[in-house]
């Protein structure tokens, strides 16, 4: 045997041992179905040849075996032609760990931890192309997204004009072709398989409550959900901010409440959510936030509510706060500042922790 086999053999077994010895955490959901496979996307974790999975869906969970093209489906990779022993599940279900969730809420409420890759807003309609604003993520030429409307969710393929292959958060691109759907101002692209309805991407596509909530009656506006006044984030914050837009989402163990103020004359915004669980122990919860949020957590050394900053979101990173009081946990965002800027995003910092806690 050579030496590299050796030390290729060593290497993957010192790699087990390593695995076996914390439990394993594997979060992965259906982006498409083709005939009898469908195209996953790891999120945690990993998955490889031969695992036995839980599938969640909406309606429950079962046992699947997973059959892959390849040896090894890693965090951030999209295969398509992966196999599930029994039923193929439908776009947006969930893969896990046995024993990981106890319930679909739990799963799902887990999968919104993790940004989606595309998140865009029809601006208005020109004939057969349309303008496209992307609020979240980066669309590519000939990517195939979710058109999300009040009417329903249909597939589009993403058709861009002539010498443009690449459109970036914050591009709003006129001569878009959308193939595959109809499309009218307002309705919303995202991944695949990702969001259910309209209602349940609009505080990402910035899309009117008034919209969101036609499609779905478990959203609704809420003014309790904007804890905070425009003057008090404006006198804290040192920009002016107009109302804010309040919407509340109750789920299987507790209820989501998210508002969003933009400032009046410029880019910035800031955006609250609080969610606040009705079961489990604070501490078993607060782990378990932690473990599926985005990027990591920076704590605050001495802080009595255990907060911290949420940092290494990539293109997604803002100057974020959470911090957890019982079994309510609350995320201040605020956008549009330069993260590259040490002084504005330290002197942000500390507007934030000038805030009253909730």
Same mark, same amino acid.
């Given at each position: ?11 993957? !077994? ?8 914390? $439990? ?10 083709? %005939? ?14 031969? *695992? ?20 090894? @489906? ?5 295969? =398509? ?6 039923? @193929?599940?439908? =776009? ?7 024993? #990981? ?26 004939? $057969?192309? @349309? +303008?496209?604003? @992307? ?7 000939? /990517?195939?997204? /979710? ?34 759907? +109809?499309? %009218? %101002?307002? *309705? ?20 009117? %409550?008034?919209? !969101? ?16 006044? $425009? ?11 107009? $109302? ?8 299987? +163990? ?55 900053? #949420?940092? *290494?979101?990539? *293109? ?43």
């Amino acid at each position: 045997m050579s030496f590299i086999r050796v030390l290729l053999v060593f290497v993957l !077994a010192v790699a087990a041992v390593a695995l076996a010895a914390q $439990p394993r955490r594997t979060l992965a959901r259906v982006v498409s179905v083709e %005939a009898g496979t469908v195209t996953v996307e790891a999120l945690e974790g990993y998955l490889t040849v031969g *695992d036995e999975v839980e599938v969640w869906t909406e309606s429950g969970k079962r046992l699947a075996k997973v059959t892959l093209p390849v040896d090894l @489906v890693n965090t951030n990779d999209r295969v =398509a032609g992966v196999r599930l022993s029994g039923a @193929v599940p439908p =776009a947006g279900a969930l893969l896990t760990q046995k024993g #990981q969730f106890s319930s679909w809420s739990q799963a799902s409420s887990a999968l919104a931890a993790f940004p989606p890759k595309a998140v865009a807003r029809v601006v208005s309609v020109e004939g $057969p192309t @349309v +303008t496209l604003q @992307v609020t979240l993520g980066t669309i590519v030429n000939g /990517d195939e997204l /979710d058109v999300l409307t009040p009417r329903g969710k249909a597939t589009a393929k993403v058709k861009a004009p002539k010498d443009i292959d690449l459109m970036l958060k914050g591009d709003t691109v006129k001569g878009v072709t959308l193939v595959g759907a +109809t499309v %009218a %101002a307002g *309705d919303v692209l995202a991944d695949k398989g990702r969001f259910p309805t309209l209602a349940a991407v609009s505080a990402l596509a910035n899309v009117p %409550a008034a919209s !969101a909530t036609e499609s779905s009656p478990g959203m609704r506006e809420s003014a309790e959900a904007c804890a905070f006044t $425009p003057e008090e984030l404006t006198k804290a914050l040192g920009f002016k901010v107009g $109302p804010g837009r309040g919407q509340e989402l109750p789920f299987g +163990t507790g209820t989501m409440l998210s508002c969003t103020w933009s400032e009046e004359k410029g880019l910035r915004t800031v955006h609250l959510k609080r969610t606040v669980m009705t079961s489990g122990e604070p501490a078993t919860n607060r782990e378990q936030f932690r473990a599926h949020l985005a990027g990591r957590l920076e704590l605050i050394a001495g802080d009595k509510d255990f907060a911290g900053w #949420q940092v *290494d979101q990539g *293109d997604n990173t803002n100057v974020t706060l959470h911090y957890f009081r019982g079994n309510t946990f609350t995320e201040v965002r605020v956008s549009g500042v330069d993260m590259k800027n040490a002084r504005a995003v330290a002197s942000m910092r500390k507007a934030v922790l000038g805030l009253r806690r909730l």
